[in-house]
């Protein structure tokens, strides 16, 4: 508590402090892969396979033999707390080819709390998927060209029931999958995944979100009676409001 000098009719006046929540905006730029195994891609029955390789896959080939293809890539190091809420995503991609084919693709997480690296066929359809998704169709691709689900709203849903598990923490790492879901005969997008140039082209997923913060309100209280907050403010403070004073502390908003 600080002593202060004032014109407000009564004397000695303090300067308190009440710390109280707020709310500041921040994102996770290029959270990406860190190994072969944090990309892949299957294909269903038959001829039910599973590949790492330099391009990733999601597509619908009417063969022979017909058959799918999904995919699912994992970011690591994801330094969001948990409950945070999630305002905005993008998830980018680099075109490995060109291709104009109708397709929609159904995006979804993987439902854990800490994602682990894809190991086989079975380990990746065994993955419980997140009740949240997001059904996209994509533009046509020109090779090489930057490619993105968003900036927007699209994956919100889906990142934030990950955030919102029981075990998340910061530092955990999610999976985001893409599927198949509909479109022309022989439709596909493809992508240049882990394995190619060690991910250097390999997709990005940048996420903006709100975190509680502390930040302090400076009060003038009247002594002759503790529950009434004075409203005649030094104007040369920061701001004021009705009732208090405000401070700003570094790194919060009020």
Known sequence: IVPVTHNLGFSPAFLGLRLVGSHQTTS?????????????????????????????SVA???????????????????????????IATKLQFVAYNTNSTSIVIKASGKAADNSDTFSDRANFIGRAKTTANYIWTP????????????????????????????GWSIG?????????YSGAADCARHWYGYNYLTGALSPRLTIWYEEDATVAKAYFP???????????????????????????MAGASP
Do not use: C
Request: aromatic share 12%; net charge negative.
């Open 222 to 248: 009247n002594p002759n009676n503790l529950n009434d907050d004075v409203n005649d403010f030094d104007k040369s403070l920061i701001y004021s409001d009705a009732d208090n004073l405000y401070l700003q």
């Open 172 to 180: 955990n790492s999610l999976t985001l999958f893409l599927d198949w």
């Open 28 to 56: 996770l730029s290029g959270l990406m892969q860190n190994q072969n195994s944090d990309d892949a891609w299957i294909t269903t029955d038959p001829p039910a396979e599973y590949y790492d390789y330099e391009v990733m």
């Open 60 to 86: 619908n080939y009417n063969g022979p033999p017909a058959h799918q293809r999904n995919a699912g890539i994992r970011f690591i190091n994801v330094s969001i707390p948990k409950g945070a809420t999630i």
């Open 139 to 166: 533009a046509a691709w020109t090779k090489d060209n930057v490619y993105y689900i968003g900036p927007g709203t699209e994956l919100i849903s889906i990142i934030q029931e990950i955030v919102n598990r029981s």
